[in-house]
């Protein structure tokens, strides 16, 4: 069992940087896949950053690719995403998944066993 709590979330303008942490209960931290996800209103919920167990290989969505950076700290259980250069368009509730799953399943919302609460990020114009 893995409980994930997320943070970090809140107003920012266009072009500023958040950083949002996930914290994990259990031992089993570092075996697991982690994901970030958003959903915003009306909308499907929706991968964004992915990262394996060793911090070694990241996937990105396209539309985060070189603003955004995934990352884990296995000593405290916390996997982070940077985000950079923030857009309106990344307005949406942040969640942070984990997953004892492989690759071609980390875009997969369904493939992930926990999640946490969500987080808001709200990029004003």
């Known amino acids: 069992q893995v409980q994930l709590v997320e943070s970090g979330g809140g107003l920012v303008q266009a072009g500023g940087s958040l950083r949002l942490s996930c914290a994990a209960s259990?031992?089993?931290?570092?075996?697991?896949?982690m994901g970030w996800f958003r959903q915003a209103p009306g909308k499907e919920r929706e991968f964004v950053a992915g990262?394996?167990?060793?911090?070694?290989?990241?996937r990105y969505t396209d539309s985060v690719k070189g603003r955004f950076t995934i990352s884990r700290d296995n000593a405290k259980a916390t996997a982070y995403l940077q985000m950079h250069s923030l857009k309106p368009e990344d307005t949406a509730t942040y969640y942070c998944?984990?997953?004892?799953?492989?690759?071609?399943?980390?875009?997969?919302?369904?493939?992930?066993?926990?999640w946490g609460q969500g987080t808001q990020v709200t990029v004003s114009s």
């Open positions: 998944a984990a997953g004892l799953i492989a690759y071609r399943e980390w875009a997969g919302a369904s493939a992930y066993n926990y």
């Open positions: 990262i394996d167990w060793s911090g070694e290989v990241t």
């Open positions: 259990g031992r089993t931290f570092s075996s697991y896949i």
